[in-house]
């Protein structure tokens, strides 16, 4: 939906804006829902088309997994988001060729890698090959809606260079986190139902990835890179914040 399509819905108060941010957890997928840029609820489901199905109405989706990929090489949205990171560069991963993750082992796709870009494949990256590949499925579908994320990216657009982050691991850098969420307005509650059952560093993430939904329907939003590159399957590949 374009963005003046939903401005023009919010000017006669006809709706509010309704955004979602995505992280995949240990369960499958947790959500953070927005209505007009502020905490709503949260979601949690096995799978990430039965939890947007559950949300046709939502106007934008924020996702953090990589969409689109490239047929060689590396995607340039991985080394713009890095650079514009500096020395948290390494908390992008870089995302290989569509090929490499059709492989059946970590072995195989490593192999593939290396013809196609001269370099291996992480054991932590290959860990998103099913989400990644279950993300990918969804958006070839024809859903527009979805829009890719980092929240380290989110995170670090939010603080405008005020903070220098800690681990998103560690209390005092989770805490950091969750203050730039309430200073934006996203108060994440203690409790969530059974959302709560996510890993508080998925939540987190899920609320960035929200916040930078909100800012793409509202026509806020930066991609790396700009504008956004070609897919081998069609449509583009950036990501958002």
Known sequence: MATGDLDGLRSVGMTK?????????KDGWVAIELHDGVFSTAHIGASLPAL???????DVVG??????????????????????????RSTVFRIPPQSVWLEEDHESAVRRCRELTGQGLSRQ?????????EANAYREHGRPRLHEIHPEVSFRAMAQGRIVFSSKKTWR???????????AGIGVPAELGEAGRAGPDDVLDAAAAAWTAHRIATDQATSYPDPP???????????WC
Do not use: F, Y
């Open 125 to 133: 990256t290959w860990g998103l090959r099913n989400k990644l590949l």
């Open 17 to 25: 804006l309704r955004v979602l941010g995505v992280d995949a957890c």
């Open 173 to 183: 850098g989770q805490m950091q986190r969750r203050d730039l969420l309430q200073e």
């Open 63 to 88: 996702l953090d997994m990589p969409l689109g990929l490239v047929e060689t090489g590396w995607r340039q949205a991985d080394i713009a988001a890095a650079g514009a990171l500096g020395a948290a």
């Open 229 to 239: 590159e070609e897919c081998a399957a069609g449509g583009t590949i950036a990501i």
């Open 52 to 58: 947007l199905a559950e949300h046709s109405d939502i």
